[in-house]
Antibody, heavy 118, light 106 residues
Framework: QVQLQESGPGLVKPSETLSLTCTVSNESVSDYYWSWIRQTPGKGLEWIGYVYHSGATDYSPSLKSRVTLSIDRSKNQVSLNLNSVTTADTAVYFC????????????WGQGTMVTVSS | DIQMTQSPSSLSASVGDRVTIACRASQNVNFHLNWYQQKPGKAPKFLIYAGSTLQSGVPSRFSGSGSGTDFTLTISSLQPEDFATYYCQQSLTTPYTFGQGTQLEI
């Protein structure tokens, strides 16, 4: 069965770039859309964006100026880069597989906690 | 953005109870509504898509209904493993948005 595993630093300094990787097992990244979603106690679940193997992306307007999603087919990984972070970016970050139709998130990684602090 | 509002925010119930959680969209999402279950420290689990279609493997005590702006998730007979937080999510258009969650407590 498909498995997703997020990895990356658990602590990022303000103004720096948050970089996370999602490694996909038992499924090719070329077959689905891949999303990042974050969760905070205050704002709940927040969709960040998705990337398709073609390179097509779509981002939340609230984060669009700071976020980049990419796919590395050779490593079967999906990456998230969020620059100029603030404490408001402290959250649990999930990667998730998005079905083509409907646009539902049917497989999730376990999530990784990222704290933005100096 | 389409705003999703769930009610109630929390709900106390007992094993065997029938419970209903409501989700309202700020604009018409047709049938593009999904439901998830999340337990503490875990990722959300996909339950229902297109308003009423159960994801494979989800017990039949779960059901969804609604269209347009008003949707419901019903659990017909609560089991101990059902105590969790439930979220709705619209998939009509990006940015995809989630409800704030309904915490189902014993």
């Amino acid at each position: 069965q498909v498995q997703l595993q997020e990895s990356g630093p658990g602590l990022v300094k303000p103004s720096e770039t948050l970089s996370l990787t999602c490694t996909v097992s038992n499924e090719s990244v070329s077959d689905y859309y891949w999303s990042w979603i974050r969760q905070t106690p205050g704002k709940g679940l927040e969709w960040i964006g998705y990337v398709y193997h073609s390179g097509a992306t779509d981002y939340s307007p609230s984060l669009k100026s700071r976020v980049t999603l990419s796919i590395d087919r050779s490593k079967n990984q999906v990456s998230l880069n969020l620059n100029s972070v603030t404490t408001a970016d402290t959250a649990v970050y999930f990667c998730a597989r998005r079905r083509v139709v409907p646009a539902a998130f049917d497989v999730w990684g376990q999530g990784t906690m990222v704290t933005v602090s100096s | 953005d389409i705003q999703m509002t769930q009610s109630p925010s929390s709900l106390s119930a007992s094993v065997g109870d029938r419970v209903t959680i409501a989700c309202r969209a700020s604009q018409n999402v047709n049938f593009h509504l999904n439901w998830y279950q999340q337990k503490p420290g875990k990722a959300p689990k996909f339950l229902i898509y297109a308003g009423s279609t159960l994801q494979s493997g989800v017990p039949s005590r779960f059901s969804g209904s609604g269209s347009g702006t008003d949707f419901t998730l019903t659990i017909s007979s609560l089991q101990p493993e059902d105590f969790a937080t439930y979220y709705c999510q619209q998939s009509l258009t990006t940015p995809y948005t989630f409800g704030q969650g309904t915490q189902l407590e014993i």
